[in-house]
């Protein structure tokens, strides 16, 4: 099992910027496949991006794609993501997971673990 917590989260103008972090601790992270998820009120949660066990296979939602960045330091058991030039769109809880095998997921139902979401809200 593994063990993930976001943070990183906050209140930010549109056009700004946030750097999330999910700390992973259990199992060796550098076997799971990752993704950050997000979900609006009223709305379901969907994928944003996917990043493979080593890091050399990512994939991007297109709403995020050009502006948001996926990363992960194996050595310190973390994934990150980089969001650039925000807008009230981005306004949701954002989720870390992981994937059991080493394969693509870009579905909710591909994870097998979450953390408790850190919430990004994007004044306009």
């Known amino acids: 099992q593994v063990q993930l917590v976001e943070s990183g989260g906050g209140l930010v103008q549109a056009g700004g910027s946030l750097r999330l972090s999910c700390a992973a601790s259990?199992?060796?992270?550098?076997?799971?496949?990752m993704g950050w998820f997000r979900q609006a009120p009223g709305k379901e949660r969907e994928f944003v991006a996917f990043?493979?066990?080593?890091?050399?296979?990512?994939y991007y939602a297109d709403a995020v794609k050009g502006r948001f960045t996926i990363s992960r330091d194996n050595a310190k058991n973390t994934l990150y993501l980089q969001m650039n030039s925000l807008n009230a769109e981005d306004t949701a809880s954002y989720y870390c997971a992981a994937r059991d095998t080493g394969t693509t997921g870009l579905r909710s139902d591909d994870y097998d673990y979450w953390g408790q979401g850190t919430q990004v809200t994007v004044s306009s």
């Open positions: 990043i493979s066990s080593r890091g050399r296979t990512i």
């Open positions: 259990g199992r060796t992270f550098s076997s799971y496949a």
